[in-house]
């Protein structure tokens, strides 16, 4: 301060004494430009320096060295107030000239580079948040080189460029790319710093951010093991830094878990999750969405290990809390409603699933209309629950939970929602099969025949059947041939050998003699 008020009596001397152009008065003029920026008065001085630089340009001309070094500094002003694109303009025509005046390894050549990399950042740090990392990458490169080469490896504003060049390389999903160069600033910041210093605990986070993305990445593409693996080390980093409580510990932990879930190693992932939820519980109101996000992931888990219970009782306190904070068509509600849809289908409850659906169904055509996007994915969820239920209850082995009437009920219901579907039509032609009424199972399976159009064919042995009883010998041998030629060019299917068996034991024909892969001679 005592400095900035010497100077302005002094600019404010020699402009009276001297007049507003010698080189006291722009020397005057420089150095509070410089004082100022020492205490972030960037505006002002940034006048003063556009000022000193016209006074200059007019006296001494564009390529004198009094101008040239004059703009590096104003370039610095620019930004340090964000303004990036003027700054690099200004430093680019700058260094051209200092490079053929002075040449390349002049000192004030090289103070020109210094401030054009300073600019180079800065426009990388608005393209990366402005998401375009390819165009940030170019002059990241560009700046890391004048940092590397002026200043070397081991350099602050080096090491940083090396940071961004690494956000650049991980917002084009170059995971790879990116955890290289974090591994490498990371043992150089180690070499040079304390374990603790800031700088070194960031790029110790830029890598346990690097390693989560390429995790997640890599469990994309089913690269479990190797996801689980970053996803160690990812955990270890972030429980190092911050303990077990810090959110982003929690998120790396349930990547982990994801990641067990998908090897089917349920038990630990299991473990994982409990742990992450007894936290969240502690920190976190019990409505927060990061609790109940967990919640959806220990019941996916749970789910899987045929603990349905359980999983269930999760579901329902997500789905209650959701429906209740969010309303019935958000999509985090309608996820919630989709897994407990799951639970209740492993245990067979297909009364309460059904009256879920449909019940939602029906509030959700009154609230937002039947045609929104959240009806029509809740009418699939029932259509397909409908036929799973009037498959189940027709063709399952143990003939005591068959129950025919029920499974026209419902699959007569999927046919109405949705009446274009092959699928519908055939369950509902197996299912009235199985009450006895061969007429309407009939035509029910022919019209599931006419919408695939000679696609596939697994429903031949149940169109066999029907006709067969209803005295259409000929024609039943005839589709039992054709569904038989079908299965044999497949992979075998359980089920459907076992629909076979039925057809065969039901009139007699030896599976051999139909089989379109025998030979000739065998008979």
Known sequence: KDSEQLLRNTLTTSRRVFGPEPDLTITCMFELASTLRKQSQF???????????????RLNGPEHIF????????????????????????CRENLAIWQRVSGPKHPDTQYAELVLARALQGRVFTLIGQR???DA???CREALAIWQRLRGPNDAYTLN???????????????????KINRETLEIRRKVLPPEHPDTLRTMENLATCLSSQARSLLGQGEY????????????????????????????????????????????AETLYLGVLKIRRTVLPSEHPDTLRTMDRLAICLHRQGQNKDAEQLNRETLEIRQRLLGLADKRTLNSIHYLVACLNSQQSYNEL????????????????????????????????LKEIAWSLTTVSDLTIRNPQEAIRTAALATELVPDDPDTWNHLGVAQYRAGEFDAALESLLRADGMIDGGDRPHRMFMAMTLWQL?????ALSKHAEGAAWMSARPKNNELERFREEAESLFEVDAKANDPKKDTTDK
């Not at 460029?161 to 955890?179: I, K, M, P, T, V």
């Not at 080390?233 to 510990?249: A, L, N, Y």
């Not at 059904?354 to 996007?373: C, F, H, I, N, Y």
Request: negative net charge.
């Open 43 to 57: 505006k002002e001085a940034e006048t003063l320096l556009r000022d000193a630089l016209a006074i200059r340009q």
């Open 67 to 90: 101008t040239l070094e004059i703009i590096p500094n104003l370039a610095l002003m620019l930004v340090e107030q964000s303004q990036y694109a003027e700054a690099e303009e200004l």
């Open 132 to 134: 375009e990392p390819r």
């Open 137 to 139: 990458e170019t002059l």
């Open 161 to 179: 460029s090396r940071h961004n060049l690494a956000a650049c390389f991980l917002l084009q999903g170059q995971y790879a790319d990116a955890e």
């Open 225 to 268: 093991k190797e996801a689980e693996e970053i996803n160690r080390e990812s955990c270890e980093i972030w429980q190092r830094m911050h303990g077990p409580k810090d959110p982003r510990t929690l998120t790396s932990i349930e990547d982990l878990a994801a990641c067990l879930v998908m090897q089917g190693q349920y038990k630990e």
């Open 354 to 385: 059904e009256t879920l659906l449909r019940q939602t169904l029906a509030k959700l055509e009154e609230t937002v209309g039947a045609d929104s996007p959240q009806a029509i994915l809740v009418r699939k969820q029932l259509v397909l629950a």
């Open 471 to 475: 005295g259409r010998k000929e024609e």
